[in-house]
């Protein structure tokens, strides 16, 4: 079974850059799809993006496209959000999750890091 221990994450201004790392032990990542959810403060926990098995293909939502990117090294067991111009409406915890379905639906992701908080001020 894989374990997944996300890191990067603290406190930015608006507009800055942070870049989650998502690390695998146990087993290699390349047998799974990875997402990225967040969950702000009293809101339920949303999808932010996804990547395939070997990073060939990338979704993410609306409301970070353009601005966050998902990358993964399976040699390095691991998997990266790049996030540039943030905003404080960014602030959550972000969580890495691991799955075999492509898909943004969190039920499908059996396999979740811990999360780890990201806070944008103004």
């Known amino acids: 079974q894989v374990q997944l221990v996300e890191s990067g994450g603290g406190l930015v201004q608006a507009g800055g850059s942070l870049r989650l790392s998502c690390a695998a032990s146990?087993?290699?990542?390349?047998?799974?799809?990875m997402g990225w959810f967040r969950q702000a403060p009293g809101k339920e926990r949303e999808f932010v993006g996804r990547?395939?098995?070997?990073?060939?293909?990338?979704v993410y939502s609306d409301s970070v496209k353009g601005r966050f990117t998902i990358s993964r090294d399976n040699a390095n067991n691991t998997v990266y959000l790049q996030m540039n111009n943030l905003k404080p409406e960014d602030t959550a915890v972000y969580y890495c999750?691991?799955?075999?379905?492509?898909?943004?639906?969190?039920?499908?992701?059996?396999?979740w890091g811990q999360g780890t908080q990201v806070t944008v001020s103004s």
């Open positions: 999750a691991a799955g075999t379905v492509w898909t943004e639906l969190e039920a499908h992701y059996f396999i």
């Open positions: 990547i395939g098995w070997i990073g060939d293909a990338t």
């Open positions: 146990g087993r290699t990542l390349d047998s799974y799809s």
